[in-house]
């Protein structure tokens, strides 16, 4: 019920702006709640919707019981569904989205704060590294989807053949206090350092330090995290879930199987030991700009598409008339 409790606490404040803007079309972000609540404003204004789909919003919310139905009927009912992945609209249309209602249009990053820095020394020594280490990044939210047991376990097998190492676990959530005690438990201390919540400007500074970014998840969609990693010249080595595929390139990437901490840790060795740090410098990243130009021309095509269509209904009505009038004479 999370999409009508939502309505209910912001209909009032919609109503108002809907007065006030006179909106031309409505654009959320996520199927579920924020895509019921896009359709409902946009139904309320008579203006076309879109929702952006980000992952686990059709990948995990309709295995809930009872949610599916209100994720497939944010689908059905948008004008546009968004995707940020080829991957995500196979999804998508999946659930019964007409294909030509789905559009992929690719996120960007900010290119004013992730970028490459002059050299990865000095991007260590800013934040007090030891140079002399190898450093692997890790970013996200500490949930049981991310699967952390298995990055810990691919740092412990490191431990055994590479032990000059740290893992940067950055970000906070409520698996932290259990893994914590796994790295104890393990004698990682030395080679896991947990980090906390950073801020997002921050966060570049802790790629381009990193000599790999690492992602061990069970499940995603197209994650910021490995787009920025790129961005700021730092390869990754990532599960193959989700559509992660469509931005991995052998050249600076590792790919390997989830589930698996050896094949992680084989495919880290990979990274440090080979070309990928000095390939991911020359990658050259998707801006937001090349995604708001996309969004814009999408909205005009959709606002076009309504306005023709209220002159054919006008027109149809028009034409009822004269020959209602045509009739009686």
């Known amino acids: 019920f999370s999409g009508d409790q939502m309505w209910w606490s912001v209909k009032k404040v919609i109503r108002q702006q809907i007065a006030a803007f006179q909106p031309e079309a409505i654009l959320s972000y996520w199927a579920h709640p924020e895509g019921e609540v896009g ?22 919310l309709p295995k809930i019981p009872r949610r599916g139905k209100r994720v497939q009927d944010v689908l059905l009912q948008s004008d546009t569904v968004i995707t940020v992945s080829d991957g995500l609209r196979d999804s998508v249309i999946e659930m019964g989205t007409s294909p030509g209602r789905v559009q992929t249009i690719y996120q960007g990053v900010d290119s004013a704060v992730f970028h490459r820095a002059e050299t990865r020394t000095e991007a260590q020594q800013k934040l007090k ?16 989807v ?13 431990q055994q053949s590479n032990p000059n190492f740290v893992l940067h676990l950055i970000g906070d959530g409520p698996e932290r206090s259990r893994i ?18 950073i ?27 490995l787009r920025e990693s790129l961005a700021c010249g730092t390869p990754f080595v990532t599960t ?33 030991a080979g070309n990928h740090a000095e390939n991911a410098r020359q990658f050259t990243p998707r801006t937001w700009d090349m995604t708001a130009r996309e969004t814009v021309e ?4 959709l606002i076009q598409e309504r306005s023709a269509m209220s002159r054919n209904d006008k027109n149809r009505v028009i034409d009822r008339e004269a020959s209602t009038v045509l009739h009686s004479n």
């Open 240 to 272: 193959d879930v989700g559509s992660i595929q469509e931005i991995t390139d052998e050249i600076y990437s590792v790919v390997v199987p989830k589930r698996n901490p050896a094949a992680l840790a084989d495919g880290i060795k990979v990274v440090l």
């Open 180 to 197: 914590e005690q796994r790295v104890q438990s393990e004698q990682l201390s030395g080679n896991v350092s947990f980090e906390g919540a």
């Open 298 to 301: 999408l909205f005009e095509k």
């Open 146 to 158: 991310k699967a952390l047991d298995v990055l810990v376990d691919a740092a412990a097998l490191l």
């Open 39 to 60: 359709v409902r404003t946009a139904q309320l204004a008579n203006v076309p919707s879109a929702v952006i789909v980000g992952g686990s919003d059709v990948l995990l």
């Open 129 to 144: 590294l030891n140079t002399d280490q190898k450093h692997l990044v890790w970013v996200g939210r500490m949930v049981p």
């Open 199 to 225: 801020g997002h400007d921050q966060i570049a500074d802790w790629y381009r330090a990193g000599d790999a970014t690492v992602m061990s998840s069970d499940s995603e969609g197209l994650p910021n995290v």
